[in-house]
């Protein structure tokens, strides 16, 4: 109790605020992200079930047989029939490409739709399913389309009436990657739609619920008696790569919040060294008194423990508001209801204050008990205690363990670790370079510079803390806001103008002729390709498994079907690296070209034997080259093509892409209404949707940014504190010597705006220079380095530091010149 | 002993040490009072004290500690403003200026040095002692700089930092700061209260010495008999109250 009312009069005298604050920012990123990564995890696997819609679902390329599911009733499961693709809806002038999805009565069998009479209305359960003729639609679908309740659309060749607007589908996905939006009507009018042609991208599926153990047997069953044509599904499954998503994101976000946690701790090392200095006396006193060692330990600790309590409990209240409004920003990606939050984050937040106080605060602290009680007869004793390096190595420690908590992983620690180290290490080299670098240069110039950057060269050392600190946060704000910008532009500029911008999907072999004279009558000459669509089943005979792999990347492949292709002419965009090309002989022996980044992912070189298998049919051939593509090039490309004539034996369906002026889109509404079937992609709204993602996803990392800005501010203010004392004494010579007020103050704000201006021109610079990397390296683009990114760095660090630094420092220069006597 | 005095130091106590100056005094406070709001009420350091010192004279001001002599000390240079009365400095009256337009009276006109030397401890010692010269944008500061360093005995001392110096040194940086701008009156609080005997005594034969060479007038407040003797004129503060010295 000795320590909690020491502690509140050390709060009362302003002591701890900024350790206390520099805790709660670090609590407040750890548990933020916390919360967030629980919630969605949670929600995930809570609804694992209702994700499905089903206990058990299975998909088939085919319609549903119906014995099947005559079957599954009388073995007492209830069971719903869903068909979901993509396909084109038209109202009026309008067309949208839509996420169409048919259901029949009973849907769904686990979880609850969710409608609302119309737009802007309170939402209601379902009771069913849309009725015969009617659809139900996403909100936004109806916005893109104009349409409200009572409207008619479109959909094939039947005719919908618009009856609802849906709210919530349970096993609607995570909705990273379901871009279309979501078109519901009734598994009856299926047929009528005529959208189900051979080879067209229908998935139905038989859903199932009831006893676990009679749908395991019933599926069990269907799959040993039609192998690999039904694929089962069961809850975990369908949420995996929604978890894998997650999961990667939450370290990623865990790791920017120990960015935070790191910076911050920077602040609780300079303040609680500063605490400790003015300890000492009255530590001394309390030894001369009689108290040992151990009990000057346990009251430090005590301190330091209350003060966990507090600020932990406060910065977990912080970090709950963070994650309110990071799940506030994606909450279009999520699409999905979440569970309330659980407690466990708070937990993470104490122990966050804890190993910071403990880590940072403590070995600085610990130190006192070694205050000499001569002391209180010679104030020049003990005054080398503090003078240790230990404390920042267990800091070091400390940061390590974090990480190696976060990352869970050695090798991803180190690297992070490592590269943290060396940006914390080249941004104080250059911090230094350019701090001793105006020091030399001011003292060499002499006359009135030496005034004006006296306080900035006077304290080079905490001039360089200072830069770097604020500098991390800023760096990482701009690698979100303007490199991730600059990245999406290069992108977008590297797209010819003429590139292709819409795609014609899912034309059947007898609709090919048509479908390009029509494109020929409207002045659009262009390629169809085939296409086939398979799921790789073997690799040099042996079976292939999803599980056989480490990355999801390659996981997705070996999961879901992919595109092939055959032909006899190699495109001007591809290059064969490795082995020959079948060249343009009327009817090569059967072989496979892969795409050599492809190639590595699943593990497959020249030589190998690949089976693919559609439709219950299979095709085996070898790979006989490997091929680079340019895929920036937006024509129609393929990961694995095969030589003609090998695809035969497999259904398959055509494509073509070409480049559309806007004014021309009649033409497409004309091909959708002669070829109902065939699915337009508008190339253009896709990546418009894709970078609607992007910015929303990284507008939480941005948050999380902000935060680490703001602890960069704390070591600032924390600097600003340590040297406030100089300051004062500094302004009150100044003033007896004659200076004014406004010249004082100035002499400060060019302090200001020289560590500011330095800090964010640096972190500029390391955001451009990342961004070059990141373009070159990663994306293979061409990222002009934009000095331009240094300027807007190097003024709003400058804003930043000066009204930070106004803020904290304003006091120390209204020191009265009598101080200079009294103090005498 | 002690004579309470209301007379100017400069006019009415020529028998003191035989000053012959009689022109306009540059310093002269009127009514001067000094009041504290403390827990236990209202508390007056001083009331009603009158003063006035001669261009070129010396006065040394004698007090037991808190008596209120550095408080007078800093009213009279402008550093903070008297609760009563007024102070004349160099024909401007302190009390009717601001903060600010007492630092530009200060600046150029006023020096100082102080028990604690007050050195910038980041400065070299060339630099702390153009400091006075720079705010007064002064073109040969550093040159100045060299030659009142050099005058102080420490031309060998320039690129020194206060923390490389004896305490005798730092003072002697401080002396050459408080002549660089050739002030015309130079505030001492205490000198040499840090020192030990015979550096101080060395500090003020040199303080001495600068005070004739520039013709400054110089206003000293200290504990120590033998210094103040020096001066043309001592008062003694005690009891809230300003004394001449017996003769």
Redesign the interface.
């Known amino acids: 109790m000795l320590a909690l009312r020491l502690l509140y009069r050390d709060w009362r005298g302003g002591e701890l605020r900024l350790l206390a604050l520099a805790v709660v920012v670090a609590v407040a990123a750890v548990t933020g992200v916390a919360w967030l990564a629980d919630r969605v995890a949670a929600g995930t696997e809570a609804r694992a079930a209702d994700l499905l819609a089903a206990d058990r679902a299975v998909e088939y390329p085919q319609p549903i047989p119906d014995e099947w599911q005559q079957r599954a009733q009388a073995a007492g499961l209830n069971t719903a029939l869903t068909a979901t693709f993509p396909t084109v809806v038209l109202a009026g002038d309008q067309n949208r490409l839509v996420s169409a999805k048919a259901v029949d009565d009973g849907y769904p069998l686990r979880g609850e739709l969710r409608i609302q009479p119309d737009i802007g209305a309170a939402e209601n359960r379902a009771e069913g399913i849309p009725e015969p003729g009617t659809a139900w639609l996403e909100s936004r679908l109806l916005g893109l389309l104009g349409l409200g309740v009572g409207d008619t659309l479109e959909i094939g060749a039947m005719t919908l009436e618009v009856a609802a607007v849906l709210s919530f589908e349970p096993d609607r996905g995570q909705g990273f990657g379901s871009l279309a939006p979501r078109l519901m009507f009734n598994h009856a009018d299926l047929e009528a739609t005529e959208l189900l042609g051979p080879g067209s991208r229908v998935r139905h599926k038989l859903l199932l619920a009831g006893e676990l153990a009679t749908a395991i047997r019933f599926t069990d069953a269907l799959a040993a008696e039609h192998g690999n044509a039904v694929e089962i599904e069961s809850p975990g499954e369908q949420g995996r790569g929604a978890a894998e998503v997650i999961d990667q994101a939450k370290r990623f976000l865990g790791l920017a919040a120990l960015l935070t946690v790191i910076v911050a701790g920077v602040a609780v090392l300079l303040t609680v060294r500063h605490y400790a200095e003015r300890q000492i006396t009255g530590v001394a006193v309390m030894r001369a008194m009689g108290a040992t060692r151990r009990q000057v330990m346990g009251l430090f600790i005590g301190k330091l423990l209350w003060l966990g309590l507090f600020a932990g409990a406060a910065g977990a209240a912080l970090g709950y508001a963070l994650h309110v409004a990071m799940l506030a920003l994606i909450a279009e990606l999520l699409g999905t209801e979440l569970p309330p939050a659980g407690w466990q984050p708070l937990l993470t937040g104490w122990l966050t204050a804890g190993a910071a106080l403990l880590g940072f605060a403590l070995p600085t602290l610990s130190r006192l008990r070694d205050a000499p009680p001569m002391r209180v007869l010679r104030q020049d004793l003990g005054s080398h205690l503090l003078r240790a390096g230990a404390p920042l190595l267990v800091a070091a420690a400390v940061i390590f363990g974090l990480m190696a908590l976060q990352a869970g992983d050695l090798l991803v620690t180190l690297s992070v670790f490592g590269a943290v180290v060396s940006t914390l290490a080249v941004l104080t080299a250059v911090a230094a370079g350019v701090v001793y670098g105006a020091r030399a240069w001011s003292?060499r110039s002499?006359?009135?510079r030496?005034?004006w950057l006296?306080g900035f060269?006077?304290?080079p050392l905490t001039a360089v803390i200072q830069i770097v600190a604020v500098g991390v946060g800023l760096m990482s704000l701009f690698l979100l806001a303007v490199v991730r910008n600059d990245l999406l532009s290069a992108w977008q500029a590297e797209i010819p103008p003429d590139a292709p911008n819409q795609f014609l999907i899912n034309i059947q072999s007898d609709e090919v002729d048509g479908v390009r004279q029509m494109l020929t009558d409207a002045g659009i000459e262009t390629r169809f390709y085939p296409m086939v669509r398979a799921r790789m089943t073997e690799l040099n005979g042996a079976p292939v498994s999803a599980e056989d792999y480490d990355s999801p990347q390659a996981r997705r492949l070996a999961r879901r079907e992919f595109n092939l292709s055959w032909t006899g002419t190699l495109q001007s965009d591809n290059d064969i690296v490795a082995g020959d090309w079948w060249g343009d002989a009327d009817s090569p022996p059967p072989q496979l070209s892969v795409e050599t980044e492809f190639a590595e992912e699943i593990g497959v070189d020249l030589g190998d034997r690949l089976t693919f298998g559609a439709g219950g049919r299979s095709v085996t051939a070898e790979v006989t080259s490997l091929r680079e593509v340019r895929w920036e090039s937006f024509n129609v490309n393929f990961f694995v093509l095969a030589s003609p004539g090998t695809l035969d034996q497999l259904p398959r369906t055509w494509l073509t892409s070409f480049h559309l002026p806007v004014v021309d889109s009649h033409v497409l509404n004309d091909v959708i209404r002669s070829y109902p079937s065939v699915t337009p992609i508008d190339v253009t709204s896709v990546l418009r949707i894709v970078r609607t993602i992007i910015d929303q996803g990284s507008s939480v990392v941005e948050l999380m940014a902000l935060l680490t800005l703001a602890a960069g501010v704390l070591v600032l203010l924390a600097a600003l504190q340590i040297t406030g004392e100089?300051r004062r004494?500094?302004s009150a010579?100044?003033?007896?010597?004659?200076?004014?007020?406004?010249?004082i103050r100035a002499m400060a704000r060019l302090e200001f705006w020289l560590v500011g201006a330095i800090a964010g021109g640096l972190a500029g610079l390391a955001a451009t220079g990342a961004g070059v990397v990141i373009a070159e390296v990663l994306f293979n683009l061409d990222y002009p380095f934009r000095p331009v990114t240094l300027v807007i760095g190097a003024l709003v660090g400058l804003v930043t530091v000066w009204l930070a630094g106004a803020l904290g420092a304003r006091r120390y220069y209204r020191a009265?010149?009598?101080r200079?006597?009294?103090?005498? | 002993m002690p004579v309470e005095t209301g007379l100017e130091a400069g006019t009415a106590a020529k028998s003191d040490k035989g000053s012959s100056s009689s022109v306009a005094p540059i310093l002269e406070a009127r009514g001067l009072a000094m009041r504290f709001d403390a827990p236990e009420g209202r508390i007056s350091l001083f009331e009603s004290l009158d003063l006035s010192i001669d261009a070129g004279d010396s006065l040394a001001i004698l007090g037991t500690s808190g008596s209120g002599k550095s408080t007078l000390l800093g009213l009279l240079a402008g550093l903070d403003l008297p609760s009563a009365g007024t102070v004349v400095l160099d024909r401007h009256d302190l009390t009717k200026l601001d903060e600010d337009e007492r630092a530009v009276l200060r600046s150029g006109r006023v020096g100082f040095v102080f028990q604690a030397f007050h050195l910038l401890p980041g400065l070299t010692a060339l630099e702390n002692v153009m400091l006075p010269a720079e705010l007064v944008v002064d073109r040969h500061a550093r040159q100045r700089a060299r030659d009142a360093l050099a005058r102080v005995g420490l031309a060998d001392r320039l690129a020194h930092y206060p923390a490389q110096l004896s305490g005798g040194e730092q003072q002697r940086v401080a002396l050459a700061r408080a002549f660089i701008t050739q002030p015309g009156i130079l505030f001492a609080d205490e000198p040499t209260g840090n020192l030990d005997h015979r550096t101080g005594a060395q500090i003020i034969d040199l303080l001495f010495e600068l005070n004739r060479d520039h013709g400054t007038t110089l206003v000293l407040v200290t504990h120590d008999q033998a210094v103040a003797e020096r001066c043309h004129h001592v008062r003694y503060l005690r009891d809230g109250r300003l004394f001449e010295a017996a003769a």
Do not use: D, K, V
Request: hydrophobic fraction near 40%; charged fraction near 30%; glycine fraction near 12%.
């Open positions: 003292r002499g006359q009135a030496l005034l006296t060269t006077r304290r100089e004494f500094e010579l100044l003033r007896a010597l004659g200076a004014r007020g406004s010249r009265s010149p009598m200079l006597l009294r103090e005498g």
